[in-house]
């Protein structure tokens, strides 16, 4: 990939975890997610091999954790949850520095804690080492249905444009004097946005008929590299590693 | 012996959109391999209209030929691949997330893969000038580039006639000579749809008016430009300037 098509969640490399088939990468990942969710709350010993085992995919594919960790913010809201709950929850206490927590709320907040950060982590290395248009010629290739990849690449290319579109509304909004900071004045926000919906509406009639005028019959062209049974394999090693620690975990 | 048929054949077209508003009256026009026709006409005169007829996305009464070869529900897909069109606003033109993927996406829906279509998209990119960008977005491209990329988007195609539709409105000046520059570089039959009049004299030797959705002339351009009843009789007329003897 050269320059000028940056993403704040994709990071250009070439690495082997870069060069992997996304349709392998979106398994890999998802079967991951899935071990974790699996995984019985109180084997803590678990989620720390599977950070491992993250941390070893970083180090393979040049990932910073910092660069990660920074990424990771965006499940801060889920996190306060995940502290409220030992003190809301009911049950058996137990003293934590001289305070009474619900044991239940421990365990319950633990279990949110560690089983989102993860993955949030497993989505976000997905997300740095594949580029957008990737993960949609990998979602084609695993056979998701052509509509859902023709709304998905077109909101990945006109999410920009329509964002694009409300700043300069907004610039001639506050051009003539409005301020939405008060609250009267939210009635014009409203109007624009309104307005913007059929902009962007009547942007999707034209778009359309450019489509259709190359030759466009409801298929994306497919133009992403096919996986062999190597890059299977490798690709899902991980996951694989997780499953057997799923095993393990699972085991009375 | 065969004789080439025209590259654009368009007999007594008439149309009428949906809610009962006429916008073609029979339109006759005939287009020759190579040639470069501007069309001109003011706004609401049928210009866009004519244009969606050439490949099949409307259909009126009358009969439109392209390279000999009708546009009817059968060969749909031949035809869109013999007209090029190249609309106006490139953000409609231009959805995919690369310029390369853009410009790839016609070539591709017309069945090239592989070796044949990189071939294809780049030399396109090369026609253009924009080989360079091939892997940026085309949202951080200039507004005379995306125009240019939205051309090469079509001429991976291959068409028999390209249909440009107001190439050069929101252009700066020089993207606008660019672009000038690049569609004399071309050789390839063309059907300019603008208000630019100027433009028009300078890349097309021809012209055909239309006014309420008939051809009112048609003629070489510096003739019907230099018509200065003509022009302001269909709400036309040259910049501040100019004047042609």
């Given at each position: 990939m050269?320059?000028?098509?940056a993403?704040?969640?994709?990071?250009?490399g070439?690495?082997p975890v870069?060069?992997?088939?996304p349709?392998?990468?979106i398994?890999a990942?998802?079967?991951?997610?899935?071990c974790?969710?699996?995984?019985?709350?109180e084997?803590?010993?678990?989620?720390?091999?599977?950070?491992?085992l993250?941390a070893a995919?970083?180090?393979?594919a040049r990932?910073?954790?910092?660069w990660v960790?920074?990424?990771?913010?965006i499940?801060a809201?889920?996190v306060?949850?995940?502290f409220?709950?030992p003190?809301?929850?009911?049950?058996?206490?137990?003293d934590?520095l001289?305070?009474?927590?619900s044991?239940?709320?421990?365990?319950?907040?633990w279990?949110?804690?560690?089983?989102?950060?993860?993955?949030?982590?497993?989505?976000?290395t997905?997300?740095?080492?594949?580029?957008p248009?990737?993960?949609?010629?990998g979602l084609?290739?695993l056979?998701?249905p052509a509509?859902?990849?023709?709304i998905?690449?077109?909101?990945?290319?006109?999410?920009?444009?329509?964002?694009?579109?409300?700043r300069?509304?907004?610039?001639?909004?506050?051009?003539?004097?409005?301020?939405p900071r008060?609250l009267?004045?939210?009635?014009?926000?409203?109007?624009?946005?309104?307005?913007?919906f059929?902009?962007?509406?009547?942007?999707g009639?034209?778009?359309?008929?450019?489509?259709v005028?190359r030759g466009?019959?409801?298929?994306?062209?497919?133009?992403?590299?096919?996986?062999?049974?190597?890059?299977?394999?490798?690709g899902?090693?991980p996951t694989?590693?997780?499953?057997?620690?799923?095993?393990?975990?699972?085991w009375? | 012996m065969?004789?080439?048929?025209?590259?654009?054949?368009?007999?007594?077209l008439?149309?009428a959109?949906p809610?009962?508003?006429?916008?073609?009256?029979?339109?006759n026009?005939?287009?020759e391999?190579?040639?470069?026709v501007?069309v001109?006409g003011?706004?609401?005169?049928g210009?866009?209209?004519l244009v969606?007829?050439?490949?099949?996305i409307?259909?009126?009464?009358g009969?439109?030929e392209v390279?000999?070869?009708?546009?009817?529900?059968?060969h749909?897909?031949e035809?869109?691949?013999?007209v090029?069109i190249?609309?106006?606003?490139p953000?409609?033109?231009?959805?995919?997330?690369?310029v390369?993927?853009d410009?790839?996406?016609g070539?591709?829906?017309?069945?090239?893969?592989?070796t044949?279509?990189d071939?294809?998209?780049?030399?396109?990119?090369d026609?253009?000038?924009?080989?360079?960008?091939a892997?940026?977005?085309?949202?951080?491209l200039s507004?005379?580039q995306?125009?240019r990329?939205?051309?090469?988007?079509?001429?991976?195609?291959?068409p028999?006639?390209?249909?440009?539709d107001e190439?050069?409105a929101?252009?700066?000046?020089?993207?606008?000579?660019?672009l000038?520059?690049?569609?004399?570089?071309?050789?390839?039959t063309?059907?300019m749809?603008?208000?630019?009049?100027?433009?028009?004299?300078?890349?097309?030797?021809r012209s055909v008016?239309?006014?309420?959705?008939?051809?009112?002339a048609?003629g070489?351009?510096?003739?019907?430009l230099a018509d200065?009843?003509?022009?302001?009789?269909?709400?036309?007329e040259?910049?501040?300037?100019?004047?042609?003897g």
């Amino acid at each position: 990939m050269s320059g000028g098509h940056a993403h704040p969640l994709h990071r250009p490399g070439n690495t082997p975890v870069h060069r992997l088939a996304p349709q392998v990468k979106i398994v890999a990942a998802v079967l991951a997610v899935l071990c974790v969710v699996s995984t019985p709350r109180e084997r803590y010993w678990a989620f720390g091999v599977y950070l491992l085992l993250l941390a070893a995919v970083w180090s393979i594919a040049r990932i910073p954790p910092g660069w990660v960790a920074t990424r990771a913010l965006i499940e801060a809201p889920f996190v306060v949850l995940a502290f409220v709950m030992p003190f809301v929850a009911g049950g058996p206490t137990v003293d934590v520095l001289g305070m009474a927590l619900s044991e239940h709320g421990l365990l319950s907040g633990w279990n949110i804690l560690v089983k989102g950060t993860l993955g949030v982590l497993v989505s976000l290395t997905l997300a740095a080492t594949t580029a957008p248009r990737e993960l949609i010629v990998g979602l084609q290739r695993l056979h998701v249905p052509a509509m859902v990849i023709t709304i998905a690449t077109l909101m990945l290319r006109y999410l920009d444009v329509i964002a694009a579109e409300a700043r300069r509304m907004r610039l001639a909004r506050i051009s003539r004097g409005h301020n939405p900071r008060f609250l009267w004045q939210v009635g014009a926000t409203a109007r624009g946005i309104g307005t913007l919906f059929v902009r962007s509406y009547e942007r999707g009639e034209r778009v359309h008929l450019a489509m259709v005028s190359r030759g466009w019959s409801g298929k994306m062209p497919d133009s992403g590299r096919s996986a062999g049974a190597v890059a299977w394999l490798t690709g899902l090693a991980p996951t694989a590693t997780a499953a057997v620690v799923l095993g393990m975990a699972l085991w009375p | 012996m065969a004789v080439t048929p025209p590259a654009l054949l368009v007999e007594r077209l008439a149309y009428a959109y949906p809610d009962g508003h006429q916008a073609l009256y029979g339109i006759n026009l005939r287009v020759e391999p190579g040639e470069r026709v501007a069309v001109l006409g003011p706004n609401g005169a049928g210009k866009t209209t004519l244009v969606l007829h050439l490949n099949g996305i409307l259909t009126g009464q009358g009969t439109v030929e392209v390279a000999g070869l009708p546009v009817a529900k059968p060969h749909l897909k031949e035809i869109r691949r013999r007209v090029g069109i190249v609309f106006q606003d490139p953000d409609d033109q231009l959805f995919m997330p690369t310029v390369r993927d853009d410009v790839a996406f016609g070539p591709a829906n017309f069945g090239l893969r592989g070796t044949d279509l990189d071939a294809r998209v780049t030399r396109a990119l090369d026609d253009v000038g924009m080989a360079e960008h091939a892997d940026r977005s085309p949202m951080h491209l200039s507004g005379g580039q995306r125009r240019r990329v939205a051309l090469a988007t079509v001429l991976a195609c291959d068409p028999e006639i390209l249909v440009l539709d107001e190439p050069s409105a929101n252009l700066e000046p020089r993207a606008r000579r660019e672009l000038a520059e690049v569609l004399l570089g071309l050789d390839r039959t063309t059907l300019m749809v603008t208000h630019d009049l100027p433009y028009a004299l300078q890349l097309c030797p021809r012209s055909v008016l239309i006014d309420d959705g008939v051809i009112v002339a048609d003629g070489p351009t510096r003739e019907l430009l230099a018509d200065e009843a003509l022009l302001a009789a269909h709400r036309l007329e040259l910049p501040f300037g100019f004047r042609l003897g």
